[in-house]
């Protein structure tokens, strides 16, 4: 379980993240929506780590993780996947693995259940990051925050740059991860994505957190100010699952 109390991060003077708080149980997937600057991908790091100039309290399976570091945070079993992917260039397809799964805990994905659900990795095995495409890197950041065997996993905008039957497989991916347990905390800019995959959403906005509007306005994907150009007719035919319309 993942607990966040009235966390906040800054840039300096500038606050990205306001007062944020939100529980996450085992299995939930909460999906965080909002137009880019709302303050998704800031909220992604600070969780992880990544971000330092952070205030409130963070705790995972009742462990207080608040002032930890990356890998502190990661071994106890938050794992990000973040924007822009940031894999190692120099590292090949098999380096990224071997290294993800060098920690992994119990229970965790296996590298050839994963690969079933993103081939084109294996295909790729022996190339060194810098020389996959975009969407491949992707796929190898998300592999790369799954196989530790995480209990909470953040993936901040996963679907961003994918083909279609590649964003399926990331909600199939989701899927597999709430059947074992794996709570995941989704940022989005919209789209049907989210409401397809999540069983919660909440949008954000200059970096707090709000229900979505009740009525046919939780459909994001209608919401101007945070449709892109990706999401026509790209929804990918996954699993639906209620959303929660008004809960926080």
């Known amino acids: 379980m993942l607990e966040v109390t009235r966390l906040q991060a800054s840039y300096g003077a500038v606050q990205a993240v306001r007062g944020v708080s939100f529980v996450l149980s085992p299995g939930e997937v909460?999906?965080?929506v909002g137009p880019n600057g709302a303050g998704k991908s800031t909220l992604a790091n600070a969780l992880a780590g990544v971000h330092k100039n952070r205030t409130g309290a963070v705790r995972l399976n009742g462990r207080d993780i608040s002032?930890?570091?990356p890998v502190t945070i990661s071994r106890a079993g938050l794992t990000l996947a973040p924007q822009g992917r940031r894999v190692f260039a120099s590292c090949t397809v098999a380096e990224h693995v071997k290294l993800a799964v060098r920690h992994a805990r119990p229970g965790a994905m296996s590298?050839?259940?994963l690969l079933e659900l993103f081939p084109r990795l294996r295909d790729r095995w022996r190339v060194r990051a810098r020389s996959l495409s975009g969407g491949e890197q992707q796929m190898l950041a998300i592999a790369r925050a799954v196989l530790p065997g995480p209990s909470v996993i953040v993936l901040d905008e996963p679907?961003?740059?994918?083909a279609p039957g590649i964003?399926?497989?990331v909600g199939e991916l989701i899927r597999r991860l709430r059947g074992r347990g794996v709570a995941t905390l989704l940022m989005?800019?919209?789209g049907g994505f989210p409401l397809a995959v999540a069983d919660r959403v909440l949008t954000i906005e200059r970096g707090v957190l709000r229900p979505p509007p009740a009525g046919p306005a939780v459909r994001t994907d209608r919401d101007p100010a945070v449709r892109t150009d990706r999401d026509q007719d790209t929804t990918p035919a996954?699993?639906?699952?209620p959303v929660e319309r008004g809960s926080s």
Do not use: K, M, N
């Open 30 to 32: 909460l999906a965080v």
């Open 67 to 69: 002032g930890a570091s």
């Open 188 to 190: 989005e800019q919209g």
């Open 111 to 113: 590298s050839d259940d």
């Open 167 to 169: 964003v399926a497989a």
């Open 159 to 162: 679907t961003e740059g994918l």
């Open 238 to 241: 996954v699993p639906s699952h």
